[in-house]
């Protein structure tokens, strides 16, 4: 598949200089993950920070994006609420679901929490032809 990857940080705020199209694998479900072919997506502040390396450094190579819409083309044998054909919405907040925060209703609060497309990686985002996420 196509994707849009960056190998080093932009020097400055010249993002162009670092982004290429390349050919990258098709991910293939864990137990829990959804694959979705990502028919739209939106550049956010977590693109720009991960292409500058801060306020930490993205895994590299990276594949940024945190926001995506598309369609599930295949699911691990531990998904429960999705099917092949569904229509789905990315939640970048990735939390661990179980910790105090989490049974509380505040994932955002979890010590565990990472942000899809900015701190997953590497080649994990939604700046691709397919990107893959846990149920939630």
């Keep these: 598949m196509k994707a849009v990857v960056y190998e080093k940080y932009a020097p400055t705020d010249d993002y162009k200089s670092i982004l290429k199209v390349k050919d990258v694998d098709d991910p293939k479900p864990k137990p829990n993950e959804v694959v979705f072919k990502v028919k739209a997506t939106a550049l956010n502040y977590n693109d720009i920070w991960g292409m500058r390396g801060q306020p930490i450094p993205v895994p590299l190579p990276h594949i940024s994006g945190s926001d995506a819409a598309g369609e599930v083309i295949a699911v691990g044998e531990d998904v429960k609420n999705f099917k092949v ?21 505040r994932e955002f609060d979890c010590v565990q929490r990472t942000i899809w497309g900015f701190q997953t990686g590497p080649l994990w985002g939604a700046f691709s032809e397919i990107t893959h996420l846990p149920e939630v």
Excluded: P
């Design 85 to 105: 054909g569904d229509r789905v919405v990315s939640h970048s907040n990735m939390s661990c679901r179980v910790c105090e925060a989490c049974t509380d209703g």
